[in-house]
């Protein structure tokens, strides 16, 4: 085997620098939807923030809405400001994406959390999607309708 020379970038040792992120970032799924959250803990203000838009113009239905903030109030945190970039799905599977990622988040600010998030059923990826159609029905599973004649 010939020997090769090592380059000077190889034989030094890597320095690993570790910075303190100004924000909290967390993955949320549900069905064809998926949200990327980004947490800010340490911020006077209370802001949720969706596709650049504001929670009310992004989400114009309550029941939305309140399932977004869901993870918030059951934590009992106040202030805070989130950032999310959500793509897929219809609003409904996209509100409960940002819900999962939410949780997610505040599950990475403090570990605590698990213990009230967990029982609710906010860090459990729901997995459930539309079953694909086969060859042959008209959906999933429906078959063409039986003639006798």
Do not use: C
């Not at 929670?55 to 989130?82: A, C, M, R, S």
């Not at 059923?121 to 004649?149: I, M």
Request: zero cysteines; proline letters at 5%.
């Amino acid at each position: 085997m010939p020997k090769t020379k090592k380059t000077e970038s190889e034989s030094k040792p890597i320095k690993k620098t570790t910075k303190k992120a100004a924000y909290i970032y967390a993955v949320g799924k549900r069905k064809t939807s998926s949200a990327r959250v980004r947490l800010y803990p340490k911020v006077d203000v209370q802001e949720i923030e969706i596709n650049q838009k504001k929670l009310e113009n992004y989400l114009p239905y309550f029941e939305y809405q309140k399932k977004v903030q869901e993870p918030l109030k059951t934590v009992g945190l106040e202030k805070y400001k989130i950032t999310v970039k959500v793509a897929g799905g219809g609003l409904q599977g996209q509100a409960e994406a940002i819900r999962h990622g939410i949780a997610r988040a505040l599950l990475e600010l403090n570990a605590d959390y698990k213990k009230i998030l967990k029982p609710k059923k906010y860090l459990t990826r729901d997995s459930r999607k539309k079953e694909r159609k086969k060859p042959g029905l008209k959906r999933a599973r429906r078959a063409p309708q039986w003639q006798k004649r």
